[in-house]
């Protein structure tokens, strides 16, 4: 599979998309276009989540395709996720839905979980 060029080939800065050209219509549109949310990623990057994808987000499934380890997959996956702007594995208390947060809290006071459970679980340490 071809990837679009992304990045320059000398300095490697990003490169930006400044004409649109319709085949069908013949229309060309000049400005400056976004790669979209992707744009950040290295095409090695586009390729491992094509495979994620494939293989509905299973890890142990992308081993043997791979030639990789656990580990080292998921380490690539915590790339692509920091690359898009977010940290793997933390989920804020803001993020979690108030009826999760409300279960938690329920579970606290009924006894079902210890105050550091809770806690742990609130600011999204554990699920």
């Known amino acids: 599979m071809k990837y679009p060029l992304n990045r320059c080939p000398i300095c490697q800065n990003e490169l930006t998309i400044t004409r649109l050209r319709c085949e069908s219509c ?6 400056r276009f976004g790669w979209g949310v ?10 491992f989540l094509l495979v994620f994808i494939r293989h509905e987000g299973k890890l142990t499934r ?3 395709e791979m030639n ?6 998921r380490n690539r996956l915590h790339e692509i996720i920091r690359a898009l702007g977010y940290e793997p594995g933390k989920e804020s208390s803001a993020d979690m839905d108030e009826e999760r947060r409300r279960k938690v809290l329920e579970d606290l006071d009924a006894g079902r979980l210890s105050a550091e459970e ?3 679980i609130l600011r999204g340490e554990e699920a």
């Open 38 to 47: 992707f744009s950040h990623l290295t095409p090695e990057q586009v390729h």
């Open 118 to 120: 809770a806690m742990r």
């Open 26 to 31: 013949d229309i060309t549109l000049d400005g």
């Open 68 to 73: 990789l380890s656990y580990p080292t997959l």
């Open 62 to 64: 992308m081993e043997d």
